[in-house]
């Protein structure tokens, strides 16, 4: 397994008071070693797939022949909770559809793998309702991790109640936040496939979950998981409006687009504060990697790596 590495490096961290944000991102390299000694230092590692689209096996043929495959990805997310056991597994979507393992097992088995691996979280892509919403609600009982997404309202369809629209993890006295958004499913997914479920408007929702996520559940750093793409032309929402047109989010990691970063995107966002997009690829061809890095509750700074499967 190969390994690209990004680390932010520039002159300083400025701490945001009472919001956990950090600006003009990440530290000093200085600071990474003299932090290494302090014990108040706290680090939350947060590793995140997108779009792995039912492939079980490494890709065979192509440019990516060899790379991927869940036994590999195993490996690798056992390795880096054993670096640092304060660590998150995301999922942003599309789980299903891809390979004959869809088409013959309807999901079980991506599922049943994913909560072989830990996965703490996962939100909805359009292709996750491809044999139906019932075909999605009948892998839940497989899924010893939560389904989370915000703007999808199942209030009259058979997942009410299935799912969460934000969810609180604490590792190490840190709160994280995560909350979820899928695409708009009109024009993407049959009205059969989704039935009576609504969507709404991710700007509104990001809004209401940032609310209540720092203020409610005091919430030191709070996470997106996107399933609406990288950017677009136009004014279509995407990861890079969102973080443009929202405050107090830390992180968004996304999908849909199938778009390899090899670095996260910083964008300024509209209170003025940095927040990092990013998002690694398809097929489990690589894993991203985020630490964060929290001095007295609040956020010092952050790395990101991404690993080629």
């Not at 994913?114 to 939100?123: E, F, H, K, N, Q």
């Amino acid at each position: 397994m190969e390994r690209r590495k990004f680390i932010q490096n520039t002159a300083t961290a400025s701490l945001i008071a009472g919001t956990g944000l950090w600006s003009n991102t990440a530290l000093a390299s200085g600071l990474f070693q003299t932090a290494a000694e302090d014990e108040e230092l706290k680090k939350i590692t947060i590793l995140h797939t997108n779009d792995t689209h039912s492939h079980i096996e490494p890709i065979n043929g192509g440019r990516n022949d060899g790379r991927g495959g869940v036994a590999r990805r195993a490996a690798l997310i056992n390795k880096v909770r054993k670096e640092n056991p304060n660590t998150l597994l995301l999922d942003c979507g599309d789980i299903f559809q891809g390979t004959p393992y869809f088409n013959f097992y309807g999901g079980e088995l991506e599922i049943k793998l994913m909560s072989m691996m830990g996965y703490d979280a996962a939100t909805i892509g359009n292709h996750d309702f491809d044999n139906g919403i019932d075909g999605l609600y009948a892998q839940l009982p497989n899924a010893d991790f939560d389904f989370v997404i915000s703007n999808y309202d199942f209030s009259n369809t058979i997942l009410d109640g299935k799912t969460k629209p934000y969810k609180v993890m604490v590792k190490d006295g840190v709160r994280i936040g995560l909350f979820g958004l899928g695409i708009q499913l009109e024009g993407l997914v049959s009205p059969l496939m989704y039935k009576e479920t609504k969507y709404q408007d991710p700007l509104t929702v990001s809004h209401d979950m940032v609310i209540a996520l720092r203020e409610r559940e005091h919430c030191d750093i709070v996470i997106c998981m996107s399933h609406l793409g990288y950017q677009y032309e136009g004014s279509k929402i995407s990861d890079v409006s969102l973080a443009q047109q929202t405050s107090g989010i830390d992180l968004i990691i996304g999908g849909h687009t199938h778009t390899f970063l090899e670095k996260p995107e910083l964008v300024t966002n509209a209170a003025g504060d940095t927040v990092m997009v990013n998002q690694v690829g398809c097929y489990g061809i690589n894993v991203g990697r985020i630490d964060f890095y929290l001095h007295k509750g609040k956020l010092a700074g952050g790395s990101e790596v991404v690993y080629e499967v």
